[in-house]
């Protein structure tokens, strides 16, 4: 089973845990804080809890056999393994262990990996037996909401542009928000509104390049200026890593007009329309709006998940060239596309 850090709170909250957790992605923060949580739920005592930070493949026949000791005067025992490269002795031990794992014991380990490789034994094994949890970077939206939602745990109230404004300049990382919101918090003082005045004075970590850039040219249709930044894009990283994101970016853009469209089709004034769809410092929103349909809108989304699915399931496919082809047909115009 595949669960995300939000689904693994709620049943740990619950009392309830599993016989393993395999976690993955990419927000390492979110990952340890997953696992201080869990620790804090569970309640082991010194002689139920053992973790091992060591080399792993030195300490995987050690970590089994604690995996397989009963608790002492209580329910369940929890064993962590910390290291995020387990190489495949290591993997292989815990594979065999999961097979028939002990019903007493909660496994957890760590990943740097996005997600489990569909030919690696350990993380099937994983799902078979227990969950693998995915910390996947947060999305803009998700961003603005936890930033808000943290900022008033801290007795403040953080406007959603201000939010945007932060999460645009900053990335999505939360272990980058988190400092940057702490940081706006003290800066603030007494204040209790944070508004976008106090960000730019604030922010100490800017990205060398705008994270949400993708998003907007493809929704200006500009074929050259797309292609040049996706070249920028893919200089510096590996495909993969470029191109889910980039479908994403693509994707939620397409979302946020479809929305905009039908709720002024409603008859919401563009002001109350900016703010539910979250529609901050772009000016061009809705002069771009009004020159597309909602028919292109649709059949562009679906372009978009078609593409998706077959990344996912066709691993000969070349992810550069599917995307870059993606673009240019989401920039060719509609009467182009109907003769093509």
Same mark, same amino acid.
């Given at each position: 089973?595949?669960?995300?850090?939000?689904?693994?709170?709620?049943?740990?909250?619950?009392? *309830?845990?599993?016989?393993?957790?395999?976690?993955?992605?990419?927000?390492?923060?979110? &990952?340890?804080?997953?696992? @201080?949580?869990? &620790?804090?739920?569970?309640?082991?005592?010194? +002689?139920?809890?053992?973790?091992?930070?060591?080399?792993?493949?030195?300490?995987?026949?050690?970590?089994?056999?604690?995996?397989? !000791?009963?608790?002492?005067?209580?329910?369940?025992?929890?064993?962590?393994?910390?290291?995020? &490269? /387990?190489?495949? %002795?290591?993997?292989? =031990?815990?594979?065999?262990?999961?097979?028939?794992?002990?019903?007493?014991? !909660?496994?957890?380990?760590?990943?740097?990996?996005?997600?489990?490789?569909?030919?690696?034994?350990?993380?099937?094994?994983?799902?078979?037996?227990?969950?693998?949890?995915?910390?996947?970077?947060?999305?803009?939206?998700?961003?603005?909401?936890?930033?808000?939602?943290?900022?008033?745990?801290?007795?403040?109230? /953080?406007?959603?542009?201000?939010?945007?404004?932060?999460?645009?300049?900053?990335? !999505?990382?939360?272990?980058?928000?988190?400092?940057?919101?702490?940081? #706006?918090?003290?800066?603030?003082?007494?204040?209790?509104?944070?508004?976008?005045?106090?960000?730019?004075?604030?922010?100490?970590?800017?990205?060398?390049?705008?994270?949400?850039?993708?998003?907007? @040219?493809?929704?200006?249709?500009? @074929?050259?200026?797309?292609?040049?930044?996706?070249?920028? $894009?893919?200089?510096?990283?590996?495909?993969?890593?470029?191109?889910?994101?980039?479908?994403?970016?693509?994707?939620?853009? +397409?979302?946020?007009? /479809?929305? =905009?469209?039908?709720?002024? *089709?409603?008859? #919401?004034?563009?002001?109350?329309?900016?703010?539910?769809?979250?529609?901050?410092?772009?000016?061009?929103?809705?002069?771009?709006?009004?020159?597309?349909?909602? %028919?292109? $809108?649709?059949?562009?989304?679906?372009?978009?998940?078609?593409?998706?699915?077959?990344? *996912?399931?066709?691993?000969?496919?070349?992810? *550069?060239?599917?995307?870059?082809?993606?673009?240019?047909?989401?920039? !060719?115009?509609?009467?182009?596309?109907?003769?093509?």
């Amino acid at each position: 089973m595949e669960l995300r850090g939000a689904d693994l709170l709620a049943e740990w909250k619950a009392g *309830k845990f599993r016989p393993v957790y395999y976690l993955f992605g990419e927000e390492s923060a979110a &990952k340890a804080d997953a696992v @201080l949580k869990l &620790k804090e739920l569970f309640k082991a005592d010194d +002689f139920n809890l053992r973790e091992f930070t060591g080399e792993p493949n030195s300490q995987a026949a050690a970590a089994v056999t604690e995996c397989l !000791t009963l608790p002492v005067f209580a329910e369940r025992r929890l064993v962590i393994v910390c290291s995020p &490269k /387990l190489p495949a %002795e290591a993997r292989a =031990a815990f594979a065999e262990y999961l097979k028939s794992p002990s019903p007493t014991t !909660t496994l957890v380990l760590l990943s740097e990996d996005k997600k489990p490789d569909r030919k690696d034994a350990l993380g099937a094994a994983a799902a078979a037996a227990g969950a693998v949890g995915i910390f996947a970077p947060l999305s803009l939206d998700e961003a603005v909401e936890r930033l808000t939602a943290e900022a008033k745990k801290a007795g403040k109230e /953080l406007a959603s542009e201000a939010a945007a404004l932060l999460a645009g300049e900053a990335g !999505t990382d939360w272990s980058i928000l988190a400092g940057e919101l702490e940081k #706006l918090v003290l800066f603030v003082g007494k204040e209790a509104k944070i508004g976008t005045e106090a960000v730019n004075p604030c922010l100490g970590y800017r990205k060398s390049a705008d994270p949400w850039a993708l998003e907007r @040219l493809v929704l200006s249709r500009d @074929l050259k200026t797309c292609l040049v930044h996706l070249r920028e $894009l893919f200089a510096d990283a590996k495909p993969e890593d470029v191109v889910f994101r980039s479908l994403a970016q693509i994707r939620g853009g +397409f979302l946020k007009q /479809l929305k =905009a469209k039908r709720m002024l *089709k409603a008859g #919401l004034p563009q002001r109350d329309i900016e703010v539910r769809a979250r529609i901050f410092y772009d000016r061009d929103f809705f002069p771009r709006l009004g020159r597309v349909s909602e %028919e292109r $809108l649709r059949r562009d989304l679906r372009r978009c998940l078609e593409v998706e699915a077959d990344l *996912k399931s066709k691993s000969w496919l070349d992810a *550069k060239l599917e995307l870059e082809r993606l673009v240019v047909e989401l920039c !060719t115009p509609s009467s182009k596309l109907a003769a093509i």
